[in-house]
Antibody, heavy 119, light 110 residues
Framework: EVQLLESGGGLVQPGGSLRLSCVAS????????MSWVRQAPGKGLEWVSV????????HYADSVKDRFTISRDISKNTLYLQMNTLRVEDTAVYYC????????????WGQGTLVTVSS | QSVLTQPPSVSAAPGQKVTISCSGS????????VSWFQQLPGTAPKLLIY???KRPSGIPDRFSGSKSGTSATLDIIGLQTGDEADYHC???????????FGGGTKLTVL
């Protein structure tokens, strides 16, 4: 069974850092593109970043470029999102999601982890 | 950076049909596949339609998707109260190399 389990969220002050983790089971992260998607309270979904299965591409939303870094540990089958210089507007539930065929078809999602940026 | 446009809300009676639109541009919907996601209150999104009109296993055929030019549509027939949820469209933008979602549409089954 395909499962994604995020962790690492919490309360952080503006300007601070946080690292999110997403442990994958039932498949290998090297076989699928993996994305982070966030949802601010009461708002729609916002795509954040993607790391391809073969690691031949990484992309970021303009809103997080140069502040967030996506990476993975193949030995742990885990995806990460390092978030630096956090802003109040980064407050959201962060989901990791798997693309099945690289057509923006996120067929598996984690339960999400809440990041709150506040002083 | 949400440049896919959806109506904020739609509503219809049980048993009726509802259509949710998603408008984009030549660099996203016009060039790439569209997916639709259903998000029940307090839960993670769920893939409903992928590659414009394909349903994952387990999704009833009451849900269907289509695409024409730079717009896409999600149709739901035989509405049920359990269909009350937020619906999001999404697509890749080839010019900007970013993913995009619509703002989401809240479906109310009256």
């Amino acid at each position: 069974e395909v499962q994604l389990l995020e962790s690492g969220g919490g309360l952080v002050q503006p300007g601070g850092s946080l690292r999110l983790s997403c442990v994958a089971s039932g498949f290998m992260v090297t076989s699928h593109a993996m994305s982070w998607v966030r949802q601010a309270p009461g708002k729609g979904l916002e795509w954040v970043s993607v790391l391809s299965g073969s690691a031949d591409y990484i992309h970021y939303a303009d809103s997080v470029k140069d502040r967030f870094t996506i990476s993975r540990d193949i030995s742990k089958n885990t995806l990460y999102l390092q978030m630096n210089t956090l802003r109040v507007e980064d407050t959201a539930v962060y989901y990791c999601a798997r693309e099945k065929w690289r057509t923006f078809d996120f067929d598996s999602w984690g339960q999400g982890t809440l990041v709150t940026v506040s002083s | 950076q949400s440049v896919l446009t959806q109506p904020p809300s739609v509503s219809a009676a049980p048993g009726q049909k509802v259509t949710i639109s998603c408008s984009g541009s030549s660099s996203n919907i016009g060039r790439n596949y569209v997916s639709w996601f259903q998000q029940l209150p307090g839960t993670a999104p769920k893939l409903l339609i992928y590659e414009n009109n394909k349903r994952p296993s387990g999704i009833p055929d009451r849900f269907s998707g289509s695409k024409s030019g730079t717009s896409a549509t999600l149709d739901i027939i035989g509405l049920q109260t359990g269909d009350e949820a937020d619906y999001h469209c999404g697509a890749w933008d080839s010019s900007l190399s970013v993913g995009m979602f619509g703002g989401g549409t809240k479906l109310t089954v009256l």
